[in-house]
């Protein structure tokens, strides 16, 4: 395994940060005669200007509920929360109490010895009440050390009046999508997908949809230079060499909503935490204008990856009740049933869906069967960093740099090197 520092020096490590610095330096007891209080800083890595202000006014209700609590809120730009927690972490020294973990860190996090089992705490209630594939993103060797808090998964994001003006309905397969990309651009002259191209993640589906896979946990086999794998490659540079998708190499988020809020292009892959930036676009004041439907299926299957958000404790937090405490209110039923309503993301509790927020959300019943039958990753500690030497491969096939041939052999060769005795 992967590890910073060696576990006894770690140990010692997380011991003095408990009885000394604690978390992010703020001092705090944490219980005093039973009662909740001191510092929880927490660190956020949800969307700025949509998510983020939900996210903080739910924290802000568990500080209504334990006055003696300060939360202290910290916005942390996803890519940059892992590097900069396993830093904070390694050092004792500026970690939050709590953060909220892209599922595939959670096992990193663990295995490196960053977070407290959550086992018999008060972070962790109603353990049967959590969906099967998002309470298993929470476990390493036989412990709990995370809470999911949201599960999502993708689907292709369409604009209803563009389909309209081109007389096409929702591509089903690849090959569909081809003949409406082309369609569109004859009609209205404008591209039929965004493809992401500086994020990995964005890959998967057309990967599992090849019948594909990263590596196969299992039987320690890397398995993406198979030739379903080259074969992902080939459909993702037919796309783009094509004209039936536009794809960048840098900031690519950005780039993807502008163009799909403005109605530059008429399709783009994204997942329900997308959902509440794109509506803001010019495009979709009519909120009816937003398509959502399943990702178009390969020549093997139609898939598309497991993807979500736990909460996870800090191992050297200096308030670890009221961490746990916090933990547990950001994930209960109402607080996923609030999400749900304000923001279409999925809950992780089977209980929130029969709540009214789950009910009215259209997004949220749509994706629900997306996500029953999302393709799960692998839960090992290196699965996070799987996707730097993907997503080199995955820029430069779609950029013209290398063949998919090469890409999957490339990517083949670096896991390897990662994965230490897999063949």
Request: with cysteine.
């Given at each position: 395994?992967?590890?910073?520092?060696?576990?006894?020096?770690?140990?010692?490590?997380?011991?003095?940060?408990?009885?000394?610095?604690?978390?992010?330096?703020?001092?705090?007891?944490?219980?005093?005669?039973?009662?909740?209080?001191?510092?929880?800083?927490?660190?956020?890595?949800?969307?700025?200007?949509?998510?983020?202000?939900?996210?903080?006014?739910?924290?802000?209700?568990?500080?209504?509920?334990?006055?003696?609590?300060?939360?202290?809120?910290?916005?942390?730009?996803?890519?940059?929360?892992?590097?900069?927690?396993?830093?904070?972490?390694?050092?004792?020294?500026?970690?939050?109490?709590?953060?909220?973990?892209?599922?595939?860190?959670?096992?990193?996090?663990?295995?490196?010895?960053?977070?407290?089992?959550?086992?018999?705490?008060?972070?962790?209630?109603?353990?049967?009440?959590?969906?099967?594939?998002?309470?298993?993103?929470?476990?390493?060797?036989?412990?709990t050390y995370a809470v999911p808090q949201v599960i999502d998964s993708?689907?292709?994001?369409?604009?209803?009046?563009?389909?309209?003006?081109?007389?096409?309905?929702?591509?089903?397969?690849?090959?569909?999508?081809?003949?409406?990309?082309?369609?569109?651009?004859?009609?209205?002259?404008?591209?039929?997908?965004?493809?992401?191209?500086?994020?990995?993640?964005?890959?998967?589906?057309?990967?599992?949809?090849?019948?594909?896979?990263?590596?196969?946990?299992?039987?320690?086999?890397?398995?993406?230079?198979?030739?379903?794998?080259?074969?992902?490659?080939?459909?993702?540079?037919?796309?783009?060499?094509?004209?039936?998708?536009?794809?960048?190499?840098?900031?690519?988020?950005?780039?993807?909503?502008?163009?799909?809020?403005?109605?530059?292009?008429?399709?783009?892959?994204?997942?329900?935490?997308?959902?509440?930036?794109?509506?803001?676009?010019?495009?979709?004041?009519?909120?009816?204008?937003?398509?959502?439907?399943?990702?178009?299926?390969?020549?093997?299957?139609?898939?598309?990856?497991?993807?979500?958000?736990?909460?996870?404790?800090?191992?050297?937090?200096?308030?670890?009740?009221?961490?746990?405490?916090?933990?547990?209110?950001?994930?209960?039923?109402?607080?996923?049933?609030?999400?749900?309503?304000?923001?279409?993301?999925?809950?992780?509790?089977?209980?929130?869906?029969?709540?009214?927020?789950?009910?009215?959300?259209?997004?949220?019943?749509?994706?629900?069967?997306?996500?029953?039958?999302?393709?799960?990753?692998?839960?090992?500690?290196?699965?996070?960093?799987?996707?730097?030497?993907?997503?080199?491969?995955?820029?430069?096939?779609?950029?013209?740099?290398?063949?998919?041939?090469?890409?999957?052999?490339?990517?083949?060769?670096?896991?390897?090197?990662?994965?230490?005795?897999?063949?």
């Open positions: 395994m992967r590890r910073g520092i060696t576990a006894t020096a770690l140990v010692a490590t997380l011991a003095l940060a408990a009885t000394a610095c604690g978390s992010d330096e703020e001092t705090g007891e944490g219980k005093s005669s039973g009662e909740l209080s001191g510092t929880v800083t927490w660190w956020d890595t949800s969307t700025v200007g949509s998510e983020d202000k939900v996210f903080k006014k739910i924290a802000e209700g568990f500080e209504k509920e334990h006055p003696k609590v300060d939360v202290k809120y910290v916005n942390v730009p996803f890519g940059e929360a892992q590097n900069k927690f396993k830093n904070a972490a390694q050092s004792g020294s500026g970690a939050p109490d709590v953060i909220r973990s892209e599922v595939a860190w959670t096992p990193e996090f663990a295995d490196l010895g960053y977070l407290a089992p959550l086992d018999g705490t008060a972070a962790l209630k109603d353990q049967d009440d959590f969906l099967e594939q998002a309470a298993a993103s929470t476990k390493y060797k036989d412990k993708m689907g292709i994001f369409y604009n209803k009046k563009i389909f309209a003006d081109a007389g096409v309905e929702v591509p089903k397969t690849i090959a569909d999508l081809k003949t409406v990309s082309e369609k569109i651009k004859k009609k209205t002259g404008k591209t039929g997908l965004y493809l992401r191209g500086d994020d990995a993640y964005w890959f998967l589906s057309f990967l599992y949809g090849e019948g594909g896979d990263l590596v196969d946990a299992k039987s320690k086999t890397v398995t993406v230079d198979k030739p379903e794998g080259v074969k992902a490659f080939e459909t993702v540079k037919d796309l783009v060499d094509s004209g039936a998708a536009k794809t960048d190499a840098t900031d690519g988020w950005e780039n993807m909503q502008s163009s799909f809020k403005d109605g530059k292009v008429a399709m783009m892959i994204n997942g329900p935490w997308a959902v509440a930036d794109t509506l803001t676009g010019k495009e979709f004041t009519d909120k009816a204008n937003l398509g959502i439907a399943p990702v178009p299926a390969g020549s093997a299957a139609q898939g598309a990856p497991q993807g979500g958000h736990n909460l996870a404790v800090y191992a050297g937090s200096k308030n670890l009740d009221a961490s746990y405490a916090f933990v547990d209110y950001m994930t209960s039923v109402q607080s996923q049933a609030q999400t749900a309503g304000e923001l279409n993301l999925l809950p992780t509790r089977t209980s929130a869906y029969a709540k009214q927020e789950a009910v009215d959300s259209e997004i949220v019943q749509f994706f629900k069967p997306v996500v029953e039958t999302a393709v799960e990753r692998p839960w090992i500690p290196e699965t996070g960093s799987l996707f730097a030497p993907l997503v080199t491969e995955y820029t430069k096939v779609l950029t013209g740099q290398t063949t998919p041939e090469k890409a999957a052999s490339a990517t083949g060769d670096s896991y390897r090197k990662l994965l230490k005795g897999w063949k």
